[in-house]
């Protein structure tokens, strides 16, 4: 059975930086696109960084661009989202998703983890 596991969430303060963790199991994660979104209270889902099966090729919102970097970890079937220079306006919860596409949008994603909570507040 494919599941996804995110970990890392918390309480950051403005300017700070926090790493999610997404462990895969059930499958190899290489052999998918894993995407990264999240949903703030009010808000549709958004699509936030992926990386691709192949050559592992990386996208970006422009929200977050230069300042979240994503990156894979084929020994530990672990995809990974550094998030730099927090803002307030990232404060929402956070998911990982799995398919084989190569998209930001969540109606793309059929795999999803259950979500963790990222808090920027000072």
């Known amino acids: 059975q494919l599941q996804l596991v995110e970990s890392g969430g918390g309480l950051v303060q403005p300017g700070g930086s926090l790493r999610l963790s997404c462990a895969a199991s059930?499958?190899?994660?290489?052999?998918?696109?894993i995407g990264w979104f999240r949903q703030a209270p009010g808000k549709e889902r958004e699509g936030v960084s992926c990386?691709?099966?192949?050559?592992?090729?990386?996208h970006y919102a422009d929200s977050v661009k230069g300042r979240f970097i994503i990156s894979r970890d084929n020994a530990k079937n672990t995809v990974y989202l550094q998030m730099n220079s927090l803002k307030p306006e990232d404060t929402a919860v956070y998911y990982c998703?799995?398919?084989?596409?190569?998209?930001?949008?969540?109606?793309?994603?059929?795999?999803w983890g259950q979500g963790i909570q990222v808090t920027v507040a000072s």
């Open positions: 998703a799995a398919d084989r596409v190569i998209s930001l949008s969540p109606n793309d994603y059929d795999y």
């Open positions: 059930g499958f190899t994660l290489d052999r998918y696109t």
């Open positions: 990386i691709t099966s192949s050559f592992g090729v990386t």
